[in-house]
């Protein structure tokens, strides 16, 4: 049986530089990942497709970034019962706003996981897919458990930094 894996799809390619933040979260926990263009307007069809077929292919989790009307995600978990993540993207007039609350504000009976606007979001995304993976891999959540121990002693180091600065 194939690893299970995180598919990651995006409506426009001007989202890559956030989605980017997802991506390294996925690698350094050596998750395997696919990363998609596809539009809820754009591209119905192949969005279908590749959704139905990354399910059947043993997708653990789907990561939908959209910005502005953003019904990506939507649209994704529409398609199957596997925990889609939402990602609203910072673009448009809205700065994302319009995205967000395109994102959270799903029917009852289809729901989509929303993190934050932006990069703080997709990386976000990205932690949460490999929380819901660690549910059954010990493995990744042993791996889940050093990277929080590993950002824990980044943060009192850089205190100690700063009370030595300050304390001269």
Do not use: W
């Amino acid at each position: 049986m194939a690893k299970p894996f995180v598919a990651i799809l995006m409506g426009s390619d001007s989202d890559f530089p956030k989605v980017e933040a997802a991506i390294g979260v996925l690698k350094k926990l050596s998750i395997p990942y696919e990363v998609r263009v596809h539009s809820a307007h754009r591209t119905p069809d192949a969005t279908h497709q590749y959704v139905t077929g990354a399910d059947q292919r043993g997708c653990a989790a789907f990561i939908a970034c959209a910005g502005m009307a953003a019904h990506l995600a939507g649209v994704v978990a529409s398609l199957t019962i596997k925990p889609v993540i939402g990602v609203p993207i910072d673009a448009g007039p809205l700065d994302g706003l319009d995205a967000l609350m395109s994102t959270v504000q799903m029917p009852g009976g289809i729901p989509v996981a929303t993190v934050a606007i932006g990069k703080a979001g997709a990386k976000n995304a990205g932690y949460l897919a490999a929380q819901i993976i660690a549910v059954s891999d010990a493995d990744l959540a042993e791996r889940l458990k050093a990277d929080r121990a590993e950002n824990a002693k980044e943060v009192l180091a850089k205190n100690e930094a700063l009370q030595k600065q300050l304390n001269g």
